[in-house]
């Protein structure tokens, strides 16, 4: 029972550096999000996407790009890393029409 | 600009009473509303969510009010446990906006023996 898994788990990357966040849902999910979380934040939207094929900016897309070539997969991107990168992110995904979304454990980024 | 608000960062309450959450939004277009439980070192975990048709639903321990005319909502712990401490995020979504989640800050729950 697996649910939404993230890899990698943690990461260092030296300023410049690009790498991608793997997100992969076995719950045939519609929808799917990347979020990151920052010390004494909430939960903020990077990106999003409403099916196969499709995604949309949230909140703090500046430095990301996101693909979602299958239906279960949703990459997170950073093509040239910077230190204000460093975070945690969580993807999660739902059902369609207000479902709860469900998150992975989170992958913990340092850019150094 | 934070369009949901959680204004209490921490709130210690002892065993077997009461736990009250609170949470603003500013955003009249939210239309669903969720509360997640989160640990260190891990996801959030959906505990319980309410639509903006209702203005209650109860799971157990828990209880959501919503309060659309004040743009307010809590989350009732009764009776609180030690296993309830956890970190309390409050979302909300909009179904124009591919129900993605508006997130507060959350409120640290301790519950003392």
């Known amino acids: 029972n697996a649910g939404v898994t993230q890899t990698p788990k943690f990461r260092v990357l030296k300023t410049g550096q690009s790498m991608t966040l793997l997100c992969a849902q076995d719950m045939n999910h519609e929808y799917m999000y990347w979020y990151r979380q920052d010390p004494g934040m909430g939960l903020r939207l990077i990106h999003y996407?409403?099916?196969?094929?499709?995604?949309a900016k949230g909140e703090v897309p500046d430095g990301y790009n996101v693909s979602r070539l299958k239906k279960q997969n949703f990459l997170l991107g950073l093509e040239s890393a910077a230190p204000s990168q460093t975070s945690v992110y969580f993807c999660?995904?739902?059902?369609?029409?207000?479902?709860?979304?469900?998150f992975g454990d989170g992958t913990r980024l340092s850019i150094l | 600009d934070q369009q949901v608000k959680q204004n209490s960062p921490s709130l210690s309450v002892q065993e077997g009473r009461i736990s009250i959450l609170n949470c603003d939004y500013t955003?009249?277009?939210?239309?669903?509303f969720l509360w997640y439980k989160k640990y260190p070192a891990e996801g959030p975990t959906f505990l319980i969510s309410i639509s903006s048709i209702k203005d209650k639903n109860e799971d157990g321990r828990f209880t959501v009010f919503l309060n659309k005319s004040a743009k307010h909502l809590s989350l009732h712990i009764v009776p609180s446990q030690p296993g309830d401490s956890a970190v309390y995020f409050c979302a909300a979504s909009a179904s124009d906006s591919g129900y993605a989640l508006n997130f507060g800050k959350g409120t640290s729950l301790l519950v003392t023996p």
């Open positions: 955003n009249s277009m939210f239309d669903y």
């Open positions: 999660a995904s739902s059902g369609v029409w207000n479902q709860p979304q469900h």
């Open positions: 996407s409403v099916g196969e094929g499709t995604t």
